[in-house]
Each structure stands twice: as C-alpha cells, then as structure tokens.
C-alpha cells in the first residue's frame, strides 16, 4: 500500500523558515516523482516544488523560486520541502504525492497526473 505522511507545517512569522517532511512507504523510491502542492483558501491546488528521484532533477514553480528548495532522503525515503522567506501569501495547506512508475526523466507539473496523495499539513505565515 501507497502511503504519503506530510508533517512540519505549522505557524511562522513573515520572513521565517519551516521545512516539511513527506514519509513514504509502498513504492519503487527510486522510480518516481514526487511533488509539493499546496491549496489555500478558496483557491485551486497549485504545484510548488518537484523532484523526478531516476535522475534527481527539481523544478520549482515560479512562486516559490530562489525561495523553497525541494531534496530526498534515499535511506529514510523521505522527501522535504525547505521554505525559507516566507510570505503570507505562502499560506495554505502543504500536500506531497506520488507519480510512480516514472519511468523517465519528464517532471509532470499537473495533479491530475499524480496517483497518490498524503493527507496534508497546514502552513499559515503570520504578518
């Protein structure tokens, strides 16, 4: 069974820094893509931050670039999300899923295209 557990979030002050964990189990590690979205408020889901684990290439939404930084944990099989300089418009809740098999190198953006999805972690970013 597929499981995804976000943990990390929390409530941080303008300019401040939290960094999320995504713990998976149930599928090739090595074989993937795993990516960061995030869902305020009365808004749709957006992509963030996202890491295809056959080569290790990232992409970072616009958004969040120069500012987030997404990295994997081969021995713990855990993906984080360090998010640093955070604005209030950062707040929303956090979810990481998994697109597996990849098979390639190709970094789907879409979540419509990812199979799995964790229950989510709260991030509000106070002013």
């Known amino acids: 069974e597929v499981q995804l557990v976000e943990s990390g979030g929390g409530l941080v002050q303008v300019g401040g820094s939290l960094r999320l964990s995504c713990a998976t189990s149930?599928?090739?590690?090595?074989?993937?893509?795993i990516g960061w979205f995030r869902q305020a408020p009365g808004k749709e889901r957006e992509g963030v931050s996202y890491i295809n684990r056959i080569d290790g290439s990232t992409l970072n939404e616009d958004a969040v670039k120069g500012r987030f930084t997404i990295s994997s944990d081969k021995a713990k099989n855990t993906v984080y999300l360090q998010m640093n300089n955070l604005k209030p418009e950062d707040t929303a809740v956090y979810y990481c899923?998994?697109?597996?098999?990849?098979?390639?190198?190709?970094?789907?953006?879409?979540?419509?295209?990812?199979?799995?999805w964790g229950q989510g972690t709260p991030v509000t970013v106070s002013s």
């Open positions: 149930g599928f090739d590690f090595d074989d993937c893509v």
């Open positions: 899923a998994v697109r597996t098999p990849q098979f390639n190198s190709y970094i789907p953006t879409a979540p419509e295209l990812y199979d799995h």
